[in-house]
């Protein structure tokens, strides 16, 4: 995906997890969208500065990387969000791209979706909305899993 795929999903992101984290829809909600949007959105570009000094799609396009975003926090305690960015990025450069990413690097097979789509494609926009749609989705069951359970227990009469 080009970098504007890359932040209308992080943008979009930011603000369904906003809403899934506050649904009240109130200035929490916007300060929430804020504190996670900055982060999200430099997670997402950063993978691509490896055009600068590296191999694209090798160098901040693996496992590693992501790995260093993820642990990042836990040791240091702040960019909660970064990693999330990041790990978008893969997932749009997945989808959004008929060559793939080199997730073990640096060993240099590239893998990628047997369906992605090529950068310039008409249908990036779509497949950027809908990776999107599906994120948001993720995180609202993961962070309302019980919502989701006491909904299925109503449904069957146990509860």
């Known amino acids: 995906m080009n970098r504007k795929e890359h932040v209308l999903n992080a943008a979009l992101l930011a603000i369904g997890l906003g809403y899934v984290l506050h649904p009240s829809g109130d200035t929490v909600t916007f300060y929430t969208i804020i504190?996670?949007?900055v982060p999200v959105i430099l997670g997402a570009l950063f993978p691509d500065v490896d055009t600068?000094?590296?191999?694209?799609?090798k160098?901040?396009?693996?496992?590693?990387v992501l790995g260093l975003f993820y642990v990042f926090p836990l040791v240091f305690g702040n960019l909660e969000y970064v990693w999330i960015g990041v790990l978008t990025h893969y997932v749009l450069d997945m989808l959004g791209s008929k060559r793939g990413l080199a997730w073990f690097y640096p060993y240099e097979k590239e893998f990628?979706?047997?369906?992605?789509?090529?950068?310039?494609?008409?249908?990036a926009t779509s497949v950027t909305l809908l990776v999107t749609a599906f994120e948001i989705a993720v995180a609202a069951?993961?962070?309302h899993h019980q919502l989701v359970v006491d909904a299925g227990l109503t449904a069957v009469g146990m509860q």
């Open 35 to 37: 504190e996670v949007g």
């Open 52 to 57: 600068a000094f590296g191999k694209h799609r």
């Open 59 to 64: 160098t901040l396009h693996n496992l590693p």
């Open 112 to 123: 990628g979706a047997p369906f992605g789509v090529a950068v310039s494609s008409n249908h």
């Open 141 to 143: 069951l993961l962070v």
